[in-house]
């Protein structure tokens, strides 16, 4: 997978040495960054089987994972990834996305999700791209809803937490034939 790079952000493909990166700029903020998260992340230990994962992931074709990256610093912001990849439907989800705190409401998010959701139409031809997260995560759902996907609907008790707690989850979608009004919108707020 190439680097997808912006104005604002660099998705830089995983590599192994960003479990330390990541932990670095998490670490001071894991309950924060983490909370709606389906699985805990507090210890170093923890972000090195995230990247294990991702990369069994990826070498099974049902992800691709980015490191996040601040281009005016070069800082390891984050992560993000393509994941529940479906080729023969040209579907794919954008998740798993954490930002530390100081990057957080910045036009770092933004930006990434332009790039994969610009990456996800105009390269693979995807049909749609779909986006899900926590019910109680009002913070995300919101900006799900400000990139343009439109919401779908509730799964219902769809999985269950690392703390025990039943999750329900939203679903939001773009599909085709919105993304052009979604590009120029992201475009606009990006200032391009």
């Not at 493909?13 to 924060?32: E, G, Y």
């Not at 005016?72 to 992560?79: E, P």
Request: charged share 25%.
């Amino acid at each position: 997978m190439a680097t997808l790079e912006g104005s604002y952000v660099r998705l830089e493909p995983l590599r192994a040495d960003h479990a330390p990166l990541f932990w670095n700029v998490a670490k001071d903020s894991l309950d924060d960054i983490f909370r709606w998260f389906p699985y805990a992340m507090k210890t170093e230990g923890d972000f090195v089987k995230m990247v294990e994962q991702a990369f069994d992931e990826q070498q099974r074709g049902v992800s691709v994972v980015f490191a996040t990256v601040a281009r005016d610093t070069g800082t390891v912001v984050g992560s993000t990834r393509f994941m529940n990849i479906d080729r023969s439907n040209r579907r794919v989800e954008i998740g798993s996305t954490w930002i530390a705190p100081a990057w957080q409401r910045t036009a770092v998010n933004t930006e990434a999700k332009y790039l994969m959701l610009q990456h996800a139409f105009e390269e693979w031809r995807c049909l749609r791209v779909e986006f899900k997260t926590d019910a109680l995560n009002e913070r995300s759902r919101t900006a799900i809803l400000r990139l343009g996907a439109q919401q779908e609907g509730m799964f219902r008790k769809h999985m269950l937490t690392h703390t025990g707690r039943v999750r329900d989850s939203v679903y939001f979608s773009v599909i085709d034939i919105e993304w052009p009004a979604v590009k120029q919108r992201l475009e606009a707020s990006l200032g391009r």
